[in-house]
């Protein structure tokens, strides 16, 4: 496996993929990778959906324009009835809680030498029209799936970060 810090630093939105089929073998890698991601009181609240025939890829890349030619995408949707929730202030940890499982599906896709990127911008009523299975879950995000096209690089923001003093406070 690629070395962690290497593997966060190096990963990036892909947003162009080849026609090259994703092997079923890297798909159970992935699901495996999101199984395995830490979640509230374990309580694992959350769903994927491996959009991955034609015909439904072409529907919900109809939903959104950030499908980048992808031939599978994955749909991340949270279930807050099954969330664990913090009493102090009834703050509700599903949409924390599928956001780390989508960082790991990420990172896990990187190592495995596909690409993907976190898409947020979709219909997410009309997905869930055309996809009545997610009528239950909040969608949090679509993660296109497959090997980078040829040429596909990092987007020139990606490597611009803002200082460590900025963002970090020692206490």
């Known amino acids: 496996m690629t070395d962690f810090l290497q593997l966060a630093h190096d990963r990036y939105s892909c ?7 994703v092997e079923a073998e890297k798909i159970e890698a992935l699901l495996d990778a999101a199984v395995d991601a830490p979640t509230a009181v374990d309580k694992q609240p959350w769903h994927i959906w491996v959009v991955e025939s034609p015909e ?10 950030f499908n980048f030619g992808a031939k599978i995408i994955l ?4 279930a807050p009835a099954e969330a664990w929730v913090r009493k102090y202030d009834g703050r509700n940890f ?11 599906v990420m990172l896990a ?19 869930k029209e055309a996809f009545p299975e997610t009528a239950d879950y909040d969608l949090v995000a679509l993660f296109p799936l497959g090997y980078p096209a040829e040429g596909d690089e990092p987007a020139a923001k990606h490597f611009e970060r803002k200082p460590k003093e900025e963002l970090v406070s020692r206490l």
């Open 15 to 21: 947003r162009a993929f080849s026609d090259a089929p």
């Open 56 to 65: 439904a890829v072409e529907r919900l890349s109809a939903l959104t324009r």
């Open 75 to 78: 749909m991340l949707g949270a």
């Open 94 to 104: 599903a949409d924390v809680d599928a956001s780390i499982v989508g960082t790991h």
């Open 109 to 127: 896709a990187h190592d495995l030498g596909l690409g993907t990127t976190w898409v947020g911008h979709f219909d997410a009523p009309a997905v």
